[in-house]
């Protein structure tokens, strides 16, 4: 059976996209994003799901490691975020002095916190926060994670869908050590990629124009600092189109005159959400 690891504890968000994703795999906890990239790293029969954005709230923080391991990406999922409120069974609203969850969780759910006078805590994750309720058991705690949390760990849901704005979503990244792309076709392709470039005035701007002849769209252009450094960076891209299409393919060539380092990280079909 293969495996698939992912942050948290089970009942996380994490875990629920894992359960969409390879139900049939066997689906594995970790403490940190680290020790994710870590054990996909050592085994090929292995792979992760790491949140990568939010609709909302933006980047998780996790381009450091995409850097570091350079995992193959396979694949993207979006998540529906729906935040609850969980409590310890027969608790009232009246009853809760302080609310627990991710840092993001909390931030998402800003309002309904504020409009019952709660006080936030912020934990390593959500599951572990309706976790620690659960084995607590005290009526003034209660946690904000998933309905899945709440199965997992025998609470109640005391209120649902609590988040600022509904619809939220969580970009989900399918990772591994072995390399594999889809077959060049007539569907929608992400292709994914890193580079840095070499040290020169205006860089950026040259290495960018071969996409804009070659009509190619970047979905994603990020930077992130070098490892003790604040003058040299790695950028991180998503653009629309497989690196078998021409116009791909051109546009990447240009880039590389421009690049020190450059590694693609995956070729994938764009996930249907994105045409919502």
Known sequence: ????????????????????????????????????????????????IIPESNR???????????FQYRLNIYSEYFQ??????????????????????????????SKFIKSNNLV??????????????STVKEKKNAAIASTLSAETYGLEILKKNIENEKGNLTRFLIMGKNIFQPEFGSKKYITSFLFKLKSKPAALYQALGGFAINGVNLTKLQSYPEKNSFDSYF??????????????KKSLEDLGLHCEDFHVLGVFEADKTREK
């Not at 950028?235 to 791909?248: A, K, M, S, T």
């Open 1 to 48: 059976m293969n495996k698939i690891y992912f942050q948290g504890t089970f009942g996380a968000y994490s875990h629920l996209a894992a359960l969409s994703v390879h139900p049939k795999d066997e689906i594995i906890p970790c403490k940190t994003f680290d020790e994710c990239f870590l054990n996909a790293s050592k085994d090929d029969n292995s792979k992760i």
């Open 56 to 66: 909302i709230t933006g980047n998780i923080g996790i381009e450091y490691l995409i």
């Open 80 to 109: 529906k975020i729906e935040h609850n409120l969980l409590v310890i069974p027969g608790t009232k609203l009246s009853d809760i002095k302080n609310v627990y969850s991710h840092s993001q969780a909390l931030s998402q759910c």
């Open 120 to 133: 936030e805590h912020v934990r390593a994750d959500t599951a572990g926060s309706a976790e620690m309720v």
């Open 235 to 248: 950028f991180l891209c998503d653009l629309d189109g497989h690196i078998e299409d021409i116009r791909v």
